[in-house]
């Protein structure tokens, strides 16, 4: 086999926080990264003071991350192509920018959300959009705030791809000193461990705006985790990848950490905010807000309880307070842990 190489030059479409952490992770990797955003102005202030004021401010990023606000140019020369929007607006932003995508890039997706209506994943929604097969797609995910990950904290994540030698490749282009990733083939796995964690965030986030405990807030993690399993394990996942970085480990990372945009959403909700007052208040996407309502369609199309879920949608959508959503979860017909 031919040594895998571990530098290049990447694309990250997507300048908010995690498209920039990440940059940070792959220029500590020895790539050169070329970055799109949205906003020229964000560009600028990234190439001229290679600082993300808005969305990082006071993380000093390396010399080998730049940024435009032409994806032609970020997309030139790119072997590997980072998505790092957010999933509801995947389809739109990857469709204008799929002129311009080499034949052979491999396409990493960072998102964790399942898109509305169609019910897709982002994995999904990259091969229909792009047309690529599944050596061609993969995923990163894992415990990984976004903060912590650009200082540098020590943490690790998920590269998963159905083809190995590209997951390995992958693996070997984001290994940093700060950085450690694990490979995988389980990319549906991955990809429902991180959209559902942003649900259960929510939930936790709630409790906690109720003035609740630990007591309460581990109860729902533990049960989240148990929902989740159960949709992703009927869906063909790996019940391990459930147990591993990409399940427990961001599970827990969110749900404890008031750095976590979906926590912190549901905390507000659980003091009387309305979604659309917090929407109004922060710039920053809470992917759950949106993903609450697909995965609650899923699990029904896939015949699979989802009260969780469930209850988060309706709690965002204004048709429950955060109160009866604990009351609802607690009042459900009594049964076994493991069923
Ligand atoms: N922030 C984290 O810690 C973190 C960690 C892991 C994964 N993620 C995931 O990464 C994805 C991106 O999240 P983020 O944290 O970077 O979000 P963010 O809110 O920090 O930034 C979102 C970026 O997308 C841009 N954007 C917003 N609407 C857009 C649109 N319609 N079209 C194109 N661009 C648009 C914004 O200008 C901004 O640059 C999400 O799916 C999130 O769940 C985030
Ligand atoms: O801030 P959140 O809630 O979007 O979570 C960020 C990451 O997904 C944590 O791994």
New binding site residues.
């Given amino acids: 086999m031919s040594p895998i190489s571990t530098t290049g030059k990447v694309a990250v479409l ?9 940059s940070v992770v792959l220029a500590d990797g020895g790539n050169e990264v070329t970055m799109w ?3 020229e102005e ?1 560009c600028a202030t990234i190439n001229d003071e290679h600082e993300n004021v ?2 990082l401010p006071g993380v000093q990023l390396p010399p080998t991350v730049t940024a435009t606000h032409d994806a032609e140019k970020a997309l030139a020369g790119a072997d590997v192509v980072v998505l ?6 995947l389809r ?2 990857l469709t204008e920018w799929a002129p311009y995508l080499s034949d052979d890039a491999v396409m990493v997706s ?4 399942v898109e509305l209506g169609t019910l897709k994943r ?1 994995s999904e929604v990259i091969a229909e959009v792009t047309g690529a097969g599944p050596e061609r797609i993969a995923v990163i ?2 415990p ?4 912590e ?1 650009a200082r540098r904290e020590p943490a690790a994540s998920v590269v998963a791809c159905e083809d190995e030698d590209v997951a390995r490749m992958l693996q070997a282009r984001c290994h940093s000193p700060a950085f450690r990733p694990y490979t995988s083939v389980d990319v549906l796995g991955c990809e429902l461990g ?1 959209a559902y964690k ?1 649900v259960v965030g929510l939930a936790v986030g709630m409790a906690v705006g109720l003035g609740f405990g630990d007591n309460t807030t581990a109860s729902v993690i533990t049960r989240g985790l148990a929902e989740t399993a159960r949709l992703a394990m009927r869906l063909g996942a790996n019940p391990l990848t459930l147990m591993g970085l990409a399940g427990l480990g961001d599970l827990v990372a969110t749900c404890s950490s008031p ?4 926590r912190t959403f549901g905390e507000k909700l659980g003091q009387g905010m309305t979604s659309e007052d917090i929407y109004a208040s922060t ?3 809470a ?1 759950g807000a949106k993903s609450c309502a697909s995965l609650r369609a899923l699990a029904e199309q896939a015949g699979v309880d989802a009260p969780i879920a469930q209850h988060v949608d309706d709690v965002v959508a204004g048709r429950l307070t955060a109160a009866d959503l604990m009351d609802a979860l607690l009042a459900r017909d009594t049964k076994a842990e493991t069923d």
């Fill in positions: 997507g300048a908010g926080s995690w498209g920039t952490a990440f955003g949205r906003r964000v808005e969305y790092a929007v957010p999933s509801q607006s739109v932003n960072l998102m964790k959300g982002m995910s894992g990984n705030l976004a903060k990950i991180g942003n750095l976590s945009r979906n710039r920053q996407v992917e």
